[in-house]
């Protein structure tokens, strides 16, 4: 079965740094893999994305300059680099993996694209 796991959330405070890890089963070499985000009362977005053989393809743009998206296709775990926090970076944060849903550069950032979630993990920037 599939399954990706994440990592490295907690609690910091306004200006800080974290870093998420998602570590993945099964091979993707070559599937689109994401970062979304959930804050309390709010919709479900794309924070980062990277394509394999391409890189990263997407930032939402209120993290452009400040998040990192990687992926260690060695280790199969994917990252996301998050510094100068700020407390509207508050959420839960899902890594997810889309195979064969992604046709369109707007599906990048759409989660309904994706098939494989992990279980999230919680990101909280204290002001």
């Known amino acids: 079965a599939v399954r990706l796991i994440e990592s490295g959330g907690g609690a910091v405070q306004a200006g800080g740094s974290l870093r998420l890890s998602c570590k993945a089963s099964?091979?993707?070499?070559?599937?689109?893999m994401g970062w979304f985000r959930q804050a309390p009362g709010k919709q479900q977005e794309g924070v980062a994305v990277?394509?394999?053989?391409?890189?990263?393809?997407y930032y939402v743009g209120s993290v452009k300059g400040r998040f990192t998206i990687s992926h260690d296709y060695a280790k199969n775990t994917l990252f996301l680099q998050m510094n100068s926090l700020k407390p509207e970076d508050t959420a839960i944060y899902y890594c997810a993996a889309s195979v064969g849903r992604i046709r369109y550069s707007s599906d990048y950032s759409d989660p309904e694209k994706y098939n494989y979630w992990g279980q999230g993990t919680q990101v909280t920037v204290s002001s």
């Open positions: 099964g091979d993707f070499a070559k599937v689109c």
């Open positions: 990277i394509y394999s053989g391409t890189g990263p393809v």
